[in-house]
């Protein structure tokens, strides 16, 4: 076995790199500091070694102390951890904004009142065109296109513009700065099959910034029924998904067959409870 195939047997992927935990890193290197800080009394040359093998052990596995993950998030506050996450959960949206995005899809009839007014449901003639456009797109083997008309109207080079995959998730582009991510494939299907769709329904929809029309869309997400990947069942819940660094309590909507995650966005179940 080869040098390089032995690091890479050590490493693990879960805490480095992309998924490093930051917090977990510097209390770990804080220990390793320490611990040579104390044997250079007794002995430098150990000590260097000791140091040298602590930070090579947190560049491979991510930490030195087993169990630092755990521990930095149940003993890190909250409001320390966040400044080193990277899970990206978007906040929900204020009720000013619910509420224009509701009006907005009222008025382009995508939407409309249901159970005696109680609530909204898809119209069945942008339900049947919306799917429509989700299965000719999930058809295609590239639709990384799609996604450029996102910024029709914005004067921004479709050049400039690119998507990438990360796994199932999607990310996009403008030069080197990321500006726009989904969840899963299918989130990103959904969103560009309604882009086509709303954009041939309300003439001030080129009007609307980047922001304001992913906001739409990424709402839109909540009311889908079935999966755009697999075309099963969707389903809405709470769930609580793990990052570097903590633990967020997020409302999801879910494809029951393959698990692709549409919709997620973060919230706090102690004003769940008090509402």
């Not at 003439?203 to 922001?211: E, I, K, Q, S, Y």
């Not at 755009?228 to 309590?249: F, H, Q, Y």
Request: proline share 5%; glycine share 6%.
């Amino acid at each position: 076995m080869s040098f390089s195939d032995r690091v890479h047997r050590l490493r693990q992927p879960e805490y480095t790199g992309e998924n490093r935990c930051v917090p977990c890193t510097a209390v770990n290197l804080a220990i390793a500091v320490v611990i040579g800080g104390l044997l250079a009394v007794v002995s430098p040359p150990a000590a260097v070694v000791v140091f040298v093998a602590s930070v090579a052990a947190i560049y491979l596995r991510g930490y030195l102390v087993p169990g630092t993950p755990t521990l930095t998030k149940r003993y890190f506050p909250d409001s320390v951890l966040k400044l080193f996450d990277k899970h990206d959960v978007p906040e929900p949206p204020s009720v000013e904004d619910d509420a224009d995005v509701e009006a907005f899809l009222l008025d382009v009839e995508a939407v409309e009142e249901c159970r005696e007014g109680t609530d909204l449901c898809l119209t069945d003639g942008f339900r049947d065109a919306w799917y429509g456009r989700i299965e000719r797109l999930r058809e295609r083997a590239d639709v990384d296109e799609g996604v450029h008309a996102l910024f029709d109207g914005l004067d921004i080079d479709p050049d400039r513009v690119r998507v990438e995959s990360y796994g199932d998730a999607y990310e996009a582009y403008i030069d080197d700065t990321r500006v726009g991510q989904w969840e899963s494939r299918a989130a990103y299907l959904a969103d560009v099959a309604a882009e086509a769709e709303l954009r041939g329904r309300h003439p001030a929809w080129h009007r609307l910034g980047f922001d304001e029309r992913t906001e739409i869309l990424g709402a839109l997400r909540l009311w889908l029924e079935r999966c755009p990947e697999c075309d099963g069942p969707v389903t809405l819940g709470e769930d609580t998904v793990e990052s570097c660094c903590r633990s967020i309590d997020v409302i999801a909507a879910t494809c029951e067959e393959c698990g692709a995650r549409v919709f997620e966005a973060q919230f706090s179940p102690e004003a769940m409870a008090a509402g």
